[in-house]
Structure formats: structure tokens, C-alpha cells
């Protein structure tokens, strides 16, 4: 059994989900898959949480990063938090508009 370096898990514990704002949900999309995670975005100033459907095949990430076309981004990181859906907490913000009517609605069940 190989052992892994520190980079290794470095990279995996810090890996990072690249969204467009057209990617985001306002309640929490059906997951037809099972190998496809919910996460939900917490923006407590904002005064609503978001959600993700994660790509095909890949955990959550420990970051999860929206870039907007203007160069303006939202930075959320993973914390622990019970329930049975990863959540992460806002922790940096350089956009200043569209966030609420860049969220679509949630896919039917």
C-alpha cells in the first residue's frame, strides 16, 4: 500500500468546485443520481442559502467558488454541520450585485 505525502492530501482535502451563477438553485434540486452530492450555500447577510447539484462522480469539495463574467467572485467553504447534505458558510465576496435573480429555481422531483 502506497502512502500518502502530505501534497496528497493537501490537494484532496482542498480541492475546489468552479460554479457560474446560472448553476446555482433556490431550494435543493432532486439528485437522480447517487453518485451526485446537493450541497447547500450558506449567505447569511444575503438572507437565503443556495444550492449546487455536484458534477458526476466527484465528492464535495472543500471550497466551492461562483465566478461571475465580471471577474467578481463568492468564496464558500466546507464546514461541519449535521444533516445529510454538505453546507458551506460564506467567507469571501468581491461581487457586489446579481446574486438573487441569477438563482434559478429548483429541477422537478
Do not use: K, N
Amino acid at each position: 500500500m502506497r502512502r500518502r505525502s502530505r501534497t496528497d492530501v493537501a490537494e484532496h482535502t482542498e480541492a475546489v468546485l468552479r460554479l457560474r451563477p446560472a448553476e446555482l438553485y433556490a431550494t435543493a434540486p432532486f439528485a437522480p443520481e447517487g453518485d451526485r452530492f446537493v450541497a447547500e450555500l450558506a449567505s447569511p447577510a444575503l438572507g437565503a442559502c443556495s444550492f449546487v447539484l455536484g458534477p458526476q462522480g466527484t465528492p464535495p469539495p472543500a471550497w466551492i467558488v461562483l465566478d461571475y463574467a465580471d471577474g467578481h467572485q463568492r468564496r464558500w467553504r466546507r464546514t461541519r454541520r449535521t444533516g445529510d447534505r454538505p453546507f458551506f458558510t460564506l467567507v469571501e465576496e468581491t461581487a457586489t450585485a446579481g446574486y438573487v435573480s441569477d438563482i434559478r429555481p429548483a429541477l422537478a422531483s
